[in-house]
Structure formats: C-alpha cells, structure tokens
C-alpha cells in the first residue's frame, strides 16, 4: 500500500482534531480547508451523482454522466479525463461549486492525515502529498486519540480481508477507532472482532 508523502516544508492547518472528529461522526459535508488545492478533483476519482443530487444534475452535461454500476435508476457517475481530471474543473477551479455533487462535499482528504492510510497510488499523489501536508491542532488528550487511529490505521493496513481501496481503508479505521472507543478496549482482539463485524456488515447490505 503506498504511503502519505509527508511534508517536509510546507504545511497547512487542518483546524481543531476534535472539531474535525465531531464533523466526521456526525455531519454530513465537510468543511474542508482546501484553499486553491484541487487536487482531489485532478486524481482519478470517479464522483457518484445520486438521485438527491438534483441541484448538480441541472448543471452537469448529461453526455458526462453514465449510469453507476451496481446501483438503481438515478444513480450516475461522472468520470475523468486522460490526466485524471473531473471534467467539470475549467481553469483550475470548479465551474460547479456552488452546485457540486454531495460526494465533492463529503470528500475530506484530512482522514488520510488522520489515519496514516494514503489515498492511493501513483495516481492519487497529489491527494497523498496534501494530506501529508495537514496539521491538527491538538490538545494532549486529542494527541493520544490520534496516535490510536494511527495505530488503528497501520494495523488494518496489515489485514488480508481489509479493504484495497485507499478511501474505504481510511474510512474504516476510523469506524474501528469509534468501536474501540466504545467499547473501552483497545486490544487486537476486540480489533479484530470489529473488523470481522464491519466486514459482514457490509456484505448484508443489498
Ligand atoms: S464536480 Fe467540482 S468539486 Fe466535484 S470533482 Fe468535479 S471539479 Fe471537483
């Protein structure tokens, strides 16, 4: 698995570990601090536009939108181009913003920084270098509370039936980080035990 690029010199704030956290858990969008970065957007990703996303789908060609795999009528996925580039970023800034899909809203490339999971390979480096680059504002309690994810991070990184995919890995820990949490333990094998749960979790859902 390729790793975060960490930075050596440069460096951006990524706001309060905790407030970030709370966002994580409980809301959706991400009030993410990208400034002129777009590099999530120049990386490969295929966004999911789903029936919800009716303000986006008004402003996206329909010759850009392809019907999502695996998934009922309404459910599109636009794609990229040759260099990996969403096609809706018109001279480096989205010609959509203020209508982009809730997948670009929810998109929050700090759970790499958090997890110690990069976000791919040769393909997502720049994704990879920006997240390298994050800098929490910690207290000594949101200290302890990162390392753990970290911990949790390297050690799904070395399990057989974890994920492949970058976002879904970082994503994960961070819902095994919360099962430790809840349940007060921190041992492997309650990791372990959390992991199984997730991993049949998904797999019963239709
Ligand atoms: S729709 Fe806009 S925010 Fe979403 S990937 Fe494309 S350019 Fe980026």
């Not at 789903?50 to 309404?74: C, V, Y």
């Not at 480096?125 to 390392?147: K, P």
Request: hydrophobic share 35%; proline share 6%.
């Amino acid at each position: 698995m390729p790793e975060l690029i960490p930075s050596r010199d440069v460096t951006h704030a990524a706001g309060s570990f905790s407030v970030w956290l709370e966002q994580q858990q409980t809301a959706r969008g991400s009030d993410v601090p990208c400034g002129s970065c777009t590099a999530c957007c120049e990386s490969g990703y295929f966004v999911h536009i789903t029936p919800e996303d009716g303000d986006a789908l008004t402003h996206i060609p329909e010759a850009l939108l392809f019907k999502a795999p695996a998934r009922p009528a309404g459910h599109y996925v636009m794609g990229f181009d040759a260099r990996g580039r969403c096609p809706m970023l018109e001279d480096g800034q989205c010609a959509i913003y203020e209508h982009r899909p809730q997948t670009c809203r929810d998109f929050d490339c700090r759970v790499f920084a958090a997890t110690g999971i990069a976000a791919g390979g040769d393909d997502k480096i720049r994704v990879n270098a920006r997240a390298g680059q994050w800098q929490f504002s910690l207290t000594d309690a949101e200290q302890i509370e990162l390392s753990q994810m970290q911990r949790v991070g390297a050690w799904l990184l070395a399990q057989p039936d974890a994920p492949s995919n970058g976002t879904q890995l970082a994503l994960l820990s961070l819902e095994l980080w919360g099962d430790l949490v809840d349940a007060g333990d921190f041992s492997t094998e309650v990791l372990r035990a959390a992991l199984t749960r997730r991993i049949q979790q998904r797999g019963s859902r239709p």
